[in-house]
C-alpha cells in the first residue's frame, strides 16, 4: 500500500475537525522555512484560533528550540505501539498556539519522522483545532511530497541565490511526478505508459514535458495528467532579500515556471532580511512577538494574512486552464508577456522585462534552459520587439496569426489570486469597522487604500500631494505633516480619492493631530 497522505475516509473514521492545513516546504535547507511557519503560526494564534505547529523535518527537530519549548525526554518503545502514532502536542507560551514536536527514541540517532503513514495523516486530520502548520523542511521524499499535497494549502520557500531557486524548480517537478503516481498507483497499465513515458525524458523532467509525453502514447492519459497539473498551485515566498531585484524575484520565477514548467506558482510575498529575524531565532522568540514593527516581521504579517485570505475565501481551490497535448510555438505576445491591445509603451515596459530576464546568469531562469534553448529565447524576445513596434510588420503578423473576425483579447488582470483574496478579506472587515462614529486614523486610511489595490504613488500622481506626505498621514507622523490648514486639505483629498466621507475623515484625523501636537508642545 502506498504510503502517500490520503485525506480521511467518508465514513468508518473520526470526524474532520481541522479547517485548513498548511504545509511549507521548498526543497533546499536554510532558506528560512521554519521561521515562516513558527511565524505564521504566531500569527494565527494570535487572532484567536486554536493552531497545532507540526515539526516534520526529516533533518533534524528544530522548531520546539526556536519556541523555547522543552520537549520530553526520549522514551522506550513500548510494545508495537508506533511512536509516530503519538500526536499529543505541547503547550507553547503563545496562547493558543501547540506544538507537536519530533522525539527520539532510546538508541536512535535520528527524530521520528512524522507522516511517514497514512493512519498518522489521517489522525492529524482529526485534530480539534482550526489550524495545522506542517513544516516539512528540506528533500523531497515521498512523505514530504505526500504532506505537501495533502494539505490545503502549500508553500514553498526560497532564496535570492541559484541553489535556491534551483531547488524550488525541482520541488516542483518532485511534487508533480508524485502527484501522478499517487493518481495512477492503482491502474497498472496506466502507470506503465507512464514509466514508458519517463523513458523518453531525463530524471525529474519538466511537468508539460512529462505530460505530453504521456500524451504520446494515451491522450485520456495525457488529458487526466494535464488536469492534475492544472489543480497543482503552489505558493511562493521569498526570503532573504537584500536587493531590490530580489523583491523582483518571486514574480518572475511565476512566470518563467508557468512557460518552462507548466507550474503556476502564485507568489504571496518577500520576508526582508535584517538582524532582528536573526536575533528573534537566537533569543528562541518568534520575530511577531520579539520585534514585532521590524521590515522582516511587518513583511511576514502581510504574507500571513494574504495565506488566511486565500483560504478564508477559498481560492486555494482555484485551478488554471490545463496545458495543450501539443507543443507550440508561443505568440510574439506571449514572448514578450504582453497583450495583442497594448500600447506602444507598453510593448517597450514589456520587452524591457523580458530583456533583463534573459541575460546569462539570469536568476529566475536558472537550471531551466540549456545553452541553445537559451540563445533562441533571447532571439524570440528581440524579434517580438522589432515586430510589435512596426505599425506595418505587427499589422500583418496578426493578420497571419490571428483570425480577422477573432474579437481581439482583453487586457489580462495581472491581480494574483492571493492579493485579491486579501483585499476582498479587507473590504469585508472595512465594512463592518467603519460607520457614522468611526475614528479614521492613518492606519485605517491605508487599509482603505489597500483594499481598492490603489498605491500611494497613484494618489500621488491624480492629487499632486507628494508621497512623502502621503506616507506621513498614513504613518501619523505629524511632526513630518505641513500646518493644519494644509494638512486638512491633503487629508480631504485623500478621502475623496478613496470614496470616504471627507468632512468625518478631515475632523477625525485632524483631532487626532491636535491631540499630539498639545501633548508633546507642538504648536
Known amino acids: ?212 509525453a504521456i500524451a504520446r502514447y494515451d491522450v485520456g492519459v495525457g488529458e487526466l495528467a494535464a488536469q492534475e497539473l492544472a489543480r497543482l498551485c503552489p505558493r511562493l515566498v521569498v526570503n532573504q532579500v537584500r536587493l531590490r531585484t530580489d523583491s523582483e524575484l518571486g514574480p518572475a520565477m511565476c512566470d518563467m515556471a508557468a512557460r518552462y514548467l507548466g507550474v503556476n506558482y502564485d507568489y504571496v510575498g518577500h520576508i526582508e532580511q535584517d538582524d532582528s529575524l536573526w536575533l528573534s531565532v537566537v533569543r528562541r522568540r518568534p520575530a511577531l512577538i520579539d520585534s514585532p514593527t521590524s521590515k522582516s516581521a511587518r513583511n511576514i504579517e ?30 510574439l505576445y506571449e514572448v514578450l508577456g504582453t497583450h495583442r491591445s497594448a500600447t506602444d509603451e507598453e510593448v517597450r515596459r514589456a520587452y524591457k522585462r523580458q530583456r533583463d530576464l534573459y541575460q546569462p546568469h539570469s536568476l529566475p531562469l536558472t537550471s531551466l534552459l540549456s545553452g541553445a534553448e537559451f540563445v533562441t529565447e533571447q532571439a524570440r524576445v528581440e524579434e517580438a520587439h522589432e515586430t510589435l513596434l512596426d505599425p506595418v510588420r505587427r499589422r500583418s503578423y496578426d493578420l497571419s496569426v490571428f483570425p480577422e473576425e477573432e474579437e481581439k483579447p482583453k487586457r489580462p488582470d495581472a491581480t494574483d489570486s492571493a492579493l485579491e483574496a486579501e483585499r476582498a478579506m479587507l473590504r469585508q472587515e472595512l465594512a463592518r469597522e467603519i460607520n457614522a462614529e468611526t475614528e479614521f486614523t492613518g492606519k485605517l486610511l491605508a487599509k482603505v487604500r489597500e483594499s481598492q489595490g490603489i498605491e500611494i504613488e497613484e494618489i500621488a500622481e491624480h492629487t499632486k500631494i507628494s508621497a512623502g506626505h502621503l506616507r506621513a498621514i498614513e504613518a501619523e507622523d505629524f511632526r513630518s505633516l505641513p500646518a493644519l490648514v494644509y494638512t486638512r486639505g491633503f487629508v480631504q483629498q485623500v478621502a475623496k480619492y478613496l470614496k470616504l466621507d471627507q468632512a468625518q475623515v478631515g475632523r477625525t484625523y485632524l483631532r487626532r493631530m491636535r491631540q499630539w501636537r498639545a501633548a508633546s508642545g507642538e504648536l
Open 302 to 331: 502581510r504574507i500571513a494574512r494574504r495565506i488566511s485570505a486565500i483560504l478564508t475565501t477559498r481560492e486555494h481551490v482555484r485551478t488554471a486552464t490545463p496545458i495543450s497535448l501539443v507543443p507550440r510555438e508561443p505568440s
Open 1 to 212: 500500500m502506498s504510503d502517500s497522505f490520503l485525506p480521511p475516509e467518508p465514513t468508518g473514521t473520526a470526524p474532520r475537525h481541522v479547517r485548513n492545513v498548511i504545509a511549507v516546504g521548498g526543497g533546499r535547507g536554510g532558506v528560512g522555512k521554519s521561521v515562516l511557519a513558527v511565524n505564521l503560526a504566531v500569527y494565527l494564534a494570535q487572532l484567536g484560533r486554536s493552531v497545532v505547529l507540526v515539526d516534520a523535518d526529516p533533518a533534524g527537530a528544530v522548531l520546539h528550540t526556536m519556541l523555547g519549548v522543552d520537549v520530553p525526554p526520549p522514551r522506550p518503545r513500548s510494545g508495537d505501539e508506533p511512536a509516530e502514532d503519538d500526536l499529543t502536542p505541547l503547550p507553547s507560551p503563545i496562547p493558543g498556539l501547540l506544538l507537536l514536536p519530533q522525539l527520539y527514541t532510546v538508541g536512535s540517532t535520528v527524530p521520528v519522522r512524522p507522516g511517514r503513514k497514512p493512519r498518522w495523516a489521517r489522525k492529524l486530520r482529526q485534530l480539534d483545532v482550526d489550524w495545522v502548520l506542517i513544516d516539512l523542511g528540506e528533500g523531497t521524499t515521498p512523505a514530504t511530497l505526500d504532506l505537501f499535497l495533502g494539505a490545503d494549502l502549500g508553500v514553498c520557500v526560497t532564496a535570492p541565490e541559484p541553489p535556491s531557486v534551483e531547488a524550488t524548480y525541482r520541488f516542483a517537478r518532485a511534487v508533480f511526478q508524485r502527484t501522478i503516481r499517487r493518481t495512477l498507483v492503482k491502474d497498472r497499465f496506466k502507470m506503465r505508459l507512464v514509466e514508458r513515458a519517463y523513458g523518453e525524458l531525463p530524471p525529474l523532467p519538466s511537468p508539460q514535458d512529462l505530460v505530453r
